[in-house]
C-alpha cells in the first residue's frame, strides 16, 4: 500500500466508524468533512444499511459523491436516485433464507425498496428501526415475489458464536453466488458477489475518476477488509478487532472517541497539508 500523501477520495463505513455505537454523528465528524472538502478531497460512505437509513447523513457531511447502501447492492447519489443496482439471484435468496433460519437466527429481508422482518419483536428489529429511521413490514413469510427482487438477505442473532458460525457455512455453501460478511458482531449480510466492500472502491474508482491507489478507506469489521486491500491507504478503527487492524495501514481511535475525525486528520489532512506546500 502507499502512504496517505496522494488521497483524493475517503471512503467510510458508517456503523462502527464513522458514528458512534448510539449512532450519533459528532460534531468532529461534521468538521473534518468540511475539512476534507477544503483539502479538496472528496468523501463518501458505504455500509450494509439501504440507502435511505444514510439519508441523514448527506446534508451534514455535505456529501456530493456516490453512496453505496447495501456494502455496494445498490448505488445512489446524494438524492437517493439509482445510479447502479444489484440484486441477489432469486433462487440464491431463497437459499440463504433456508439456510439462515435452519441455523436458527432471525431472517431479514431487503428489497430494492422495502426491510421485510417475520417478527416485529425479534432481536435487534427495533434499534435498527431506530438507526435507519424507517420501519420494516411485517410479513408472514417470504413469498417469491419478495425473492425475486432481493439486494440483501440478514442473519441476525445474539449468539455471536452461531453468527460467526453461520457467516462462514453461508460463504462455504453459496460459494461465489454472493458475498456472506458480518457488519455486525450480531449479524452478517448476504448480497450479491459484486456487493462487497472491495468492489465499492472499484466502483467509485471509475465512477469518480480516481485511481485506487488515490483512495483511502475507514472501516472496523471483517467486511471492510476487502475495501482495505483494494485502496491505497487504509485505516482501522480502534474498536476493530486484532485480525481487521492486521490488514489496514493504520490504525485510530475506537469510534466512542472521536476515531473518524482523529484518523483523518492524523493520517489525510496532515500528510495532505504537506503534500499542498510541497506542490505550492
Known amino acids: 500500500m502507499s502512504g496517505p500523501g496522494d488521497v483524493r477520495l475517503v471512503l467510510a463505513d458508517v456503523d462502527g466508524t464513522l458514528v458512534t455505537e448510539d449512532k450519533v454523528l459528532t460534531e468532529a465528524a461534521k468538521a473534518v468533512a468540511l475539512e476534507l472538502r477544503d483539502a479538496g478531497i472528496a468523501l463518501a460512505i458505504t455500509g450494509g444499511r439501504p440507502p435511505r437509513g444514510m439519508r441523514m447523513l448527506i446534508e451534514p457531511l455535505a456529501l456530493d459523491s456516490a453512496i453505496a447502501g447495501?456494502?455496494?447492492g445498490v448505488f445512489v447519489s446524494p438524492d437517493l436516485a439509482v445510479i447502479e443496482c444489484h440484486a441477489l439471484d432469486p433462487?440464491?435468496?431463497k437459499r440463504t433464507v433456508k439456510l439462515i433460519s435452519d441455523k436458527g437466527l432471525d431472517v431479514w429481508v431487503y428489497t430494492d425498496t422495502e426491510w421485510l422482518i417475520r417478527d416485529q419483536g425479534a432481536p435487534h428489529v427495533?434499534?435498527?428501526?431506530w438507526t435507519v429511521k424507517f420501519d420494516?413490514?411485517?410479513?408472514?413469510a417470504f413469498t417469491d415475489a419478495h425473492l425475486a427482487r432481493v439486494v440483501k438477505v440478514v442473519g441476525i442473532s445474539d449468539d455471536l458464536d452461531l453468527v460467526a458460525a453461520c457467516e462462514k457455512a453461508a460463504q462455504v455453501a453459496l460459494g461465489?453466488?454472493?458475498s456472506a460478511e458480518r457488519s455486525q458482531p450480531y449479524y452478517f449480510d448476504v448480497t450479491h458477489p459484486k456487493a462487497n466492500k472491495g468492489t465499492v472502491v472499484a466502483t467509485l474508482s471509475r465512477l469518480m475518476n480516481i485511481p485506487?491507489?488515490?483512495i483511502a478507506t475507514m472501516g472496523d469489521m471483517p467486511n471492510d477488509v476487502p475495501m482495505f486491500l483494494k485502496s491505497g491507504f487504509s485505516i482501522a478503527m480502534g474498536n476493530a478487532s486484532d485480525e481487521v487492524k492486521a490488514q489496514a495501514s493504520a490504525v485510530t481511535d475506537g469510534n466512542e472517541n472521536e476515531g473518524?475525525?482523529?484518523g483523518v486528520r492524523?493520517?489525510?489532512?496532515?500528510?495532505?497539508?504537506?503534500?499542498s506546500r510541497k506542490r505550492a
Open 70 to 72: 447495501f456494502n455496494g
Open 91 to 93: 433462487s440464491t435468496a
Open 126 to 129: 427495533a434499534r435498527e428501526a
Open 136 to 140: 420494516a413490514k411485517v410479513v408472514p
Open 176 to 178: 461465489a453466488a454472493a
Open 212 to 214: 485506487p491507489a488515490q
Open 260 to 262: 473518524f475525525a482523529n
Open 266 to 275: 492524523k493520517f489525510i489532512l496532515r500528510d495532505a497539508g504537506a503534500t
